[in-house]
Each structure stands twice: as C-alpha cells, then as structure tokens.
C-alpha cells in the first residue's frame, strides 16, 4: 500500500482501542523477569558458552604482538577469537570503526580479542592473561583544539543553509546576540548492556543471533556484510531490548564476537558487554561547540538568525546536526547554518535520543532567553511573536500541523508562569533561590516503510507478525492495538510477535519514527486480510464493518473466525510513502515548563517540577507516550544537570565509562511530572494519523532547566552540564 493523498475516515477513527490508555501487554513478562532477553535464550541456545571481550588499551595505533597461550592454558578455555584467526571480515555501512581491531587500533577499547569458556568467571580470569603489546600513535582528543581543522561533513542534508543575507541583516539588527555554548560528550547509558548469543548450523552454515538491536533489518544486513556471508543465510532475533536510545540501532562488537566465537568453539556463545566497553567500545553522542547569533527589531521579531555548530567524529563519520531545528523553528528573513566536522580519535559518535535537536535546542533555546532578556520581553512571547506558519527557508511549503503556540499557552498557563519574576535572583524559599524556565520542543516527523504480516486462524485469533522491535516503548501494545481496531476484536483476541528477521522488515525503532511507522504497516496488512476475509464470506469489502468479532455488510453478519474456517487466512503488504512530505513540512512541537530551586550557599539545584505540553499527531496509547515523555524528559534532566563524558586528553578515552562515575538522574533528582497532549490527528502523516513523542520529550527540556537556574541566580551558564562549581562564584552576594 502506497500513502501519497491525506488521509480520511478509516477503521483507526473508531477509537474503541486506538488512543485509549492501555497497559502495556508485555509488561507481566517484564515485572516478573520471565521475559527472555538475547542473554537469556537458554532453551534456544542450550549449553552456551561465554565470551568476554578484551578491550584495546590504546585509543590510535597498532598491535606490536599479541600473545595467547597462556590464556589458552587457563581452566575452562575453549577458543579464542583475534583479528588474526578470525578470517576476512569486513565493515558494515552503519558502522564507523571496525568492530573487531587489529593489527589496527582506531580508538580506545576496540575489541581486539573474545575469549570463550566454559563459565562467565573463567572467560572473564582468562582474558586478563591475554598479553598484548601496542605501538602508540598521536590522536585528536579534544574537540576545542581541533576546531580549526574541522571542514565541512560530506551529505546533502549536512550542507550549510543560507537564506537572504544573514550578515548584513544582522550587523544591522537594533538589538543582538552572539554567544556560543558548549555541550559534552554524552553515554546512552541503558541498564541492558550490549548483549548477544550466537549459534550456527554447521550443516546449512545458518547463524542465529539473539541480540540487543533496534533495527533488525539494518543489524542483519551489516552482520552479513562483516562476516562476508549471504544475508539470507543470517538470522537476527530481537524479542525485548532494555533500553537503546540509539546505542542500539547498528550491529555492536558483541554481535559480531558472538558470531566468531560460536564458530570457533563449535557450540553457542553468549557475550554482554562490561560496563566500561559500552561507554567506550559502543557509540555516543558527540560534544558540541556551537555559535548562535539572532538579530531582531525592538519590537522583537527576529530579521536575522544564525546557527553554527561544531562536532568531531573517527574518520569518515558524521556531525552531531545540532543546527537542524534552527532551520524550522522560528520566523526570520536572513538565516544561514553551517556544521563542520573535526577529525577525533575517541570512540565513535552517533545517534542518541533526539540526535540534532536535543544538544541543538540546549544552545538555541538558552539563545532565545537572552535574546528576550536584551529585549525585555517576556520569554514566552518572544516565541509566540517569532512563530511561523510554513518553513522559513521556503514559505510555499507549509506546515502539516503546526501548534507551538498553543503549547507555549497552554504550558504558561497550567504552570502557572504568570507567578514567575521577571527579573532573576527574587525568589526565594528559605535557603533556596527559586526559578522557572520555559524552552520550546521541535523535532521533525519521519516515516519509513513498513510492513507486516497478519494471521486469521479458526478460533478468531489475529496474529501480528513483524520484526519491529519493543525497546521498552511500547510497540507489543500498539501494534495489538492497531490490529484489535481493524479486525473489530478486542485486544485479548491479538498475538504480536516482534523482533524476528524471519518476518516482514519493518521501520525498526529509531528516530521516533517506529510507532507510528510499525502500526502504519500493521493497518496496510490488515487491510489485505480485511479484503480476504470479505472475499471468503462473500461480503461487500468496500462495506463489511468489522466489530465485535463478526463482519457485517448488506444486511448479512458473520463470526470473523468463520473466513478461517477451512484453513487459517494470512496476509501480508507494507506502508510506503509517496511525496507528502516534499508537499509539507511534518513536525512535532512541545513546550517544556521547569522550576528549580538553587541553594543559595552552595550552588546545589534541584528540580522542583516539569511539565511538557505535546503537539504530536494522534496518540496511540497515552499512557505509554506519557512514559515515553516522562522518561525523555529525565534524560534531559540529566542533560542539564550531570551528564558528561569526561575526556582523558591524553589517552582518548572516557574516564568515567560506569555508572558509578557516569551520573544519570536517580528517583531522588525527579520530582513531579506532567505530560499534556494536545488532542490532535495530522492526516498528511499516515493512515494513523500519529507522529512521534519519543524523541520530542527530550528535546528542549535542558534549556528549559539552564533557563530557570538563571532565573533563580542570575547566572547565566553556557556550558553543559550546569555543575555547581560553574555557578558558586557568580552566585548573588545576597545569597
């Protein structure tokens, strides 16, 4: 099925399950712990042994030697897995670096050997007695000093933008900024490692994978390319994912090690991921430097904005695209952007939850505050007053939806913003000096083509069959969901299987495309069987109303489980997209509302409430966006307050590569949180008429926060994350 016109009224506008606040049906699985994750496939992959990956000890260079046997003498020991022994492997297209180094080492903790043993603590004492000698070389560890050399990222989509003539305008602009801020180096930091078990059929030379992955189609087409093997001949299954947040979306060494040690020992291997290599072995967000300078009149509208950014990445990588939302955000005649890359030697950077727009909008809407400061206006206003109803860089091409006023006023209001002092440094609670911020949301809506396959059997069961992915977003809910509303049965009546290759490919969960795009491709397939099953009852297709568990048309009704009466009916198809999204610009908008208090002595700040208001399509299931939002906002929080990657400049490497120095947000540090949808359905979407949340939760959120402690303080900080020590010596004499 193709969507190239808006669309109508279809099945999904009945809303008997669609939109309602479903639990979660996996979520029994998951608070019992009977759900099986890649690491626990025990009755799949019986008798497994385990890997422990040996991680590089330098982060540019070679291997001089490597020696193995005393390793290979230690208790337990099966195989060992090197560069040397392993074969030709080649690189997938979604990876930067190669996942398995040798004699080459192209950054810190690349895997350079897996040792397999019976038992998890003999693999993890053996690799300890592997004994490997490097020849260092000089790396580029630190993005500030590299930033002369950046030059500008390879794509289309990374090109530098420039509409009207953004340098004269601004230089003649009444009122302006030109500030610069600086985000860090950020860890997905999932409580699932990175984990996959591997097996292969010596006979047909089949290899099975059960792994942690996003994208299941992605994974088993770069797994095939590495181990110069036919796809067909690769597996991938994926039923619950702990957690990505991008970490996941590409094959991870632990996959491919999987795969070479269940080939050397003959037998199953499992291997996770220890803590460290997943800061430094996996991907993370890159840190960023970047440039904001915004022109407006007196009266506040913005004449001319620019937004320049700076990231680093291996080799033939790719830049954090913080200016994306600028080009989309806010009206203004003269604008420009541009993103130049620097070449750096750290562990590779890609894809984190709202990539571009999460450390984009943590400059941008810190940017927006002090704009409205020089103009002393309201915050929210100056928003308000830059709105736009179509893309600023081409005003023919109108929004979809477009609802960030309504947001903005909608937040201010149930936030009471109204009580906020204009001027910082007024409020106080005690030993705490109070603020509130506020920082728009953006984040552009994707879809992806889809499919799936739907199951009809004697007893009126509809199966699901896809190999979208449930990383603990709630895809098992609404796909059920999706397909209990087409074939009019309630959602008891629905299996979804998830996560298989051996299914129809699906959008995968990534880039808050997945719900959205999974359930668009779901409806497809069951438009096929509804087709079928009419054709089977000898009823109208164009009239059959499908509900309760019959089909009815022209006067006649039929149990549903009678078209499968003579054998169980499947179809299959796939949702793509036509030119909509040429015609319009797709987008989701929120407003994040934050009041913090800082104590006034100390620097120390604490969240005192959030609220996110959503403009987002159609929500499928609002209690499991709201999760989704909620969550995102955390990790914005985290953004705001205590993440970052510290850089070991003269290694190359992330120091505090664990939990115990990576700080994440704990119960403690959230406080209460609100989540309002805006009741609204974008037919230039999908059939679903939904959008993503996922992502947008995040987005804006750590602004909002930097721009409440400068209400509290009068400190303006420009550096993530905002450490007490940034704030203590400029806090107020007053405190």
Not at 218 to 237: E, F, Q, S, Y
């Amino acid at each position: 099925m193709k969507f190239t016109k808006p669309a109508t009224t279809n099945p999904i506008d009945q809303l008997k399950v669609v939109g309602k606040p479903t639990d979660r049906i996996d979520g029994p699985l998951k608070t019992t712990g009977s759900a099986p994750y890649a690491y626990e496939q025990h009755a799949a992959a019986p008798n497994a042994a385990y890997g422990y990956v040996v991680g590089a000890a330098i982060a540019k260079g070679r291997i001089a030697a490597m020696s193995l046997d005393e390793a290979r003498r230690a208790p337990g020991v099966i195989a060992i897995a090197t560069a040397e022994n392993a074969g030709k492997l080649g690189k997938g297209k979604m990876n930067t670096a190669k996942l398995l180094g040798g004699p080459d080492i192209q950054h810190y903790h690349q895997a350079v050997a897996l040792v397999v043993a019976e038992t998890f603590e003999q693999a993890r004492a053996a690799a300890q007695l592997v004994q490997v000698s490097y020849t260092a070389e000089k790396g580029a560890y630190d993005l500030a000093a590299a930033k002369d050399q950046a030059t500008a990222p390879s794509g289309k989509d990374n090109a530098d933008t420039r509409v009207g003539d953004f340098e004269s305008a601004y230089a003649a602009a009444p009122v302006r900024l030109d500030a610069s801020y600086t985000t860090p180096d950020q860890a997905h930091a999932m409580m699932e490692p990175h984990a996959s078990l591997a097996a292969w059929d010596e006979a047909s030379g089949q290899l099975t994978v059960w792994t942690a992955n996003q994208m299941i189609d992605w994974g088993k087409g770069d797994l095939a390319r590495t181990l110069g093997i036919p796809k067909d001949k690769v597996r991938l299954i994926s039923p619950y994912t702990g957690g990505g947040f991008g970490g996941k979306l590409f094959v991870r060494a632990e996959a491919l090690l999987a795969a070479l040690g269940a080939r050397a020992a003959r037998r199953p291997v499992k291997v996770a991921l220890q803590r460290p290599l997943m800061f430094n072995n996996t991907t993370h967000r890159p840190a960023t430097i970047q440039r904001i300078r915004i022109g407006a009149g007196r009266e506040g509208r913005i004449s001319a904005i620019g937004h320049e950014s700076w990231s680093g990445d291996l080799p033939d990588g790719k830049p954090e695209t913080a200016v994306q939302q600028t080009k989309l955000l806010y009206a203004g005649a003269h604008r420009m952007t541009r993103m130049r890359l620097a070449v750096l030697d750290l562990p590779e950077g890609n894809a984190m939850r709202a990539p571009g727009e999460a450390p984009g909008l943590m400059a941008l809407e810190i940017a927006m505050d002090e704009m409205a400061e020089k103009l002393k206006m309201d915050p929210v206003t100056f928003r308000i007053i830059n709105d736009t109803t179509s893309d600023p860089a081409r005003k023919e091409r109108k929004f979809s939806q477009r609802r960030l006023v309504e947001c903005l006023r909608t937040g201010a209001d149930q936030f009471g913003w109204s009580k906020r002092s204009a001027r910082p440094g007024q409020l106080r609670d005690g030993p705490w000096l109070i603020g509130m911020g506020v920082a728009a949301a953006f984040r552009n809506n994707l879809v992806t083509k889809s499919a799936a396959r739907v199951r009809l059997d004697r007893a009126g069961v509809v199966t699901v069959e896809t190999d979208m992915t449930d990383i603990g977003t709630g895809s098992y809910t609404i796909i059920a969901q999706t397909a209990a509303e087409m074939m009019g049965v309630p959602l008891a009546r629905v299996v979804v299987k998830l996560g298989d290759s051996d299914f129809p490919v699906s959008s995968g969960s990534g880039g808050q495309w997945g719900g959205n795009s999974s359930t668009a491709g779901v409806y497809a397939a069951c438009v096929a069987l509804r087709s079928a099953v009419a054709q089977k009852l000898r009823l109208s297709a164009d009239e059959a109303v499908f509900a309760d568990g019959a089909v009815s048309a022209g006067g006649r009704s039929a149990p549903l489980a009678q078209a499968a009466a003579d054998g169980e009916l499947v179809a299959e198809d796939f949702m793509e997209y036509g030119d909509l999204d040429k015609k319009f610009q797709q987008s989701t908008f929120g407003a994040h509302f934050v009041e913090v208090a800082v104590d006034a002595a100390t620097g120390e700040t604490r969240i005192r409430r959030m609220l996110a208001v959503c403009a987002a399509g159609r929500i499928l299931n609002p209690k499991s966006a709201r999760s989704q939002v909620i969550g995102a906002m955390t990790m914005g929080a985290g953004a705001a307050l205590m993440e970052q990657l510290v850089v070991d400049k003269r290694g190359g490497f992330f120091v505090n590569h664990d939990l115990a120095g990576y700080e994440v947000p704990s119960h403690a540090d959230i406080p209460h949180q609100q989540v309002i949808f805006l009741d609204e359905t974008d037919p230039v979407s999908s059939p679903m008429k939904a959008k993503g949340v996922g992502e947008l939760g995040i987005c804006g959120v750590a602004a909002a926060i930097a721009n409440a402690v400068y209400n509290a303080t009068g400190v303006r900080v420009r550096d993530y994350p905002l450490t007490l020590d940034k704030l203590i010596a400029k806090m107020p004499e007053s405190a």
